[in-house]
Nanobody, 115 residues
Framework: QVQLVESGGGLLQAGGSLRLSCAAS????????MGWYRQAPGKERELVAR???????YYEDSVKGRFTISRDGAKNTVYLQMNSLKPEDTAVYYC?????????WGQGTQVTVSS
């Protein structure tokens, strides 16, 4: 069982920065991959960024160069640093843990970017 607790969402203006945190109840190095997803109103949930246990990262094209996924093993926490935010980044952001047996999801945190 893996529990995930997200924090760091909020309301801000375009061009601003925000850092999301996802604290896991187990060692993040025991998890195949940790990902950040987002779901905007009326749209499907999409993968934003992912980091594997080995440290490989993936970014969705629209966030490359603006978002950075990182981790702190001592805190079992994965971060998503979001810079140069745009109104189209507005969504509920979810943290996910992809293990060998199933996926676990956090409760989500709202990010709203005004123009």
């Amino acid at each position: 069982q893996v529990q995930l607790v997200e924090s760091g969402g909020g309301l801000l203006q375009a061009g601003g920065s925000l850092r999301l945190s996802c604290a896991a109840s187990v060692s993040i190095f025991s998890i195949n991959a940790m990902g950040w997803y987002r779901q905007a109103p009326g749209k499907e949930r999409e993968l934003v960024a992912r980091i594997t246990s080995g440290g490989s990262t993936y970014y969705e094209d629209s966030v490359k160069g603006r978002f950075t996924i990182s981790r702190d093993g001592a805190k079992n926490t994965v971060y998503l640093q979001m810079n140069s935010l745009k109104p189209e980044d507005t969504a509920v952001y979810y943290c996910a843990a992809h293990t060998s047996w199933r996926d676990y999801w956090g409760q989500g945190t709202q990010v709203t970017v005004s123009s």
